[in-house]
């Protein structure tokens, strides 16, 4: 049986190495990309079935990069999620809107 694939998606080094560790010890296959742009590649020839991105990116932010992925005609359904320290409830609507599935704040809790 194939490893979930996921992708993450963080322009903070320090903060994609800790999510790249965290998830390879929990199992996953994990690939790793700096921006929205790179990530965009990165999906039309891995096929991820989870995205963990940064709302605040260079260049694209995660909402618009999750409305690319969801535009995307794809093999499968893949998972988003967008990690952020914006707490204000508008932000939420916002991403779930671009086709978000779920958020987590940071600082990320690995138990949540």
Same mark, same amino acid.
């Given at each position: 049986?194939?490893?979930?694939?996921?992708?993450?998606?963080?322009?903070?080094?320090?903060?994609?190495?800790?999510?790249? #560790?965290?998830?390879?010890?929990?199992?996953?296959?994990?690939?790793?990309?700096? #921006?929205?742009?790179?990530?965009?590649?990165?999906?039309?020839?891995?096929?991820?079935?989870?995205?963990?991105?940064?709302?605040?990116?260079?260049?694209?932010?995660?909402?618009?990069?999750?409305?690319?992925?969801?535009?995307?005609?794809?093999?499968?359904?893949?998972?988003?999620?967008?990690?952020?320290?914006?707490?204000?409830?508008?932000?939420?609507?916002?991403?779930?809107?671009?086709?978000?599935?779920?958020?987590?704040?940071?600082?990320?809790?690995?138990?949540?």
């Amino acid at each position: 049986m194939e490893k979930f694939k996921v992708l993450v998606v963080e322009d903070n080094q320090t903060t994609q190495l800790l999510l790249v #560790t965290v998830l390879r010890s929990w199992g996953y296959n994990v690939l790793a990309t700096d #921006t929205a742009e790179q990530a965009v590649d990165t999906v039309m020839r891995e096929l991820p079935n989870i995205i963990i991105t940064d709302w605040m990116l260079p260049g694209m932010n995660g909402p618009t990069l999750c409305e690319k992925v969801r535009k995307l005609e794809l093999q499968h359904y893949i998972y988003m999620i967008i990690v952020t320290a914006l707490s204000d409830v508008s932000n939420v609507v916002t991403g779930l809107e671009a086709g978000a599935d779920d958020f987590l704040r940071k600082p990320v809790n690995f138990s949540e």
